[in-house]
């Protein structure tokens, strides 16, 4: 990200998302900070709670229940805008505390925005809507990103947020081929980096030719979707599937 923001002048410099076990808050703010100042202001920070325990027990990191996850996720987020926002942070949290802490200097952006990842109804959306300047879903359908869209449009309804304060997204996988060759390609791709993931659910990809992957984003556009992200995996790439994407799809979106 850091060689991102100096070689760049234009893109938002961000990560959907880091997984808060991995960092404390102070460190991740700082480190934010001093990326908001190499970028010129073009920092954004998204968080998540954490799922992939194998990687947590890799690196040896405590890898605890989902709702421990979640009530760290909703003090990191209190933090982190203590941490950009105010001269000094104060937090006396059962998971992080802050003491007069110091974050200087502060971000070149008057706020920071704070994105929060995940589609967990009971807690994660609620974190979401008290606290999030932006809301990310990973790899799902249409419909199903509108349903979680809707359980976030409640939660911002009964903690008093105006929801369109928060910009809806998704990323999305990409699969898309240039012609029916490469979509038959992109296909076996597709089922060699998904077939031993076991989340449930995961059906958002651009797959086929542009004029299904055109239908595909029409209907992401339908459902609420404001931005989507296109989540590019390991390479090699198909550089000639990209070019049909930007020249056969974008155009019908602008």
């Given at each position: 990200m850091s060689?991102?923001?100096?070689?760049?002048?234009?893109?938002?410099?961000?990560?959907?998302?880091?997984?808060i076990g991995?960092?404390?808050?102070?460190?991740?703010?700082?480190?934010l900070t001093a990326i908001d100042h190499l970028s010129g202001g073009r920092v954004e920070c998204g968080i998540g709670a954490g799922w992939n325990e194998p990687e947590y027990q890799a690196y040896g990191y405590t890898f605890p229940s989902i709702g421990t996850r979640e009530d760290q996720l909703e003090e990191y987020a209190r933090a982190l805008r203590l941490l950009f926002d105010e001269p000094f942070a104060d937090l006396e949290g059962e998971h992080y505390t802050l003491r007069h802490a110091p974050n200087?200097?502060?971000?070149?952006?008057?706020h920071v925005p704070l994105w929060i990842g995940g589609a967990g109804e009971k807690r994660t959306l609620r974190a979401a809507a008290r606290f999030a300047d932006g809301w990310n879903a990973p790899y799902l359908s249409p419909e199903i990103w509108k349903q979680k869209n809707e359980v976030l449009d409640r939660w911002c309804d009964k903690l008093g947020r105006d929801g369109a304060e928060i910009a809806r997204t998704i990323n999305v996988g990409f699969y898309l081929g240039a012609d029916a060759a490469g979509a038959a390609r992109a296909e076996e791709r597709l089922r060699r980096e998904w077939s031993r993931d076991s989340?449930?659910?995961?059906?958002?990809f651009l797959r086929g030719t542009t004029k299904e992957v055109r239908d595909t984003v029409g209907a992401f556009a339908r459902a609420g979707v404001?931005?989507?992200n296109v989540?590019?995996?390991?390479?090699?790439?198909d550089w000639e599937a990209l070019d049909a994407f930007v020249e056969e799809v974008i155009p019908s979106f602008r």
């Open positions: 060689a991102a923001a100096s070689d760049t002048t234009r893109v938002r410099i961000g990560s959907l998302v880091f997984a991995y960092r404390s808050p102070g460190l991740l703010a700082k480190s200087r200097p502060k971000p070149l952006q008057p989340r449930t659910g995961r059906t958002g404001q931005q989507l989540a590019l995996r390991q390479g090699p790439y």
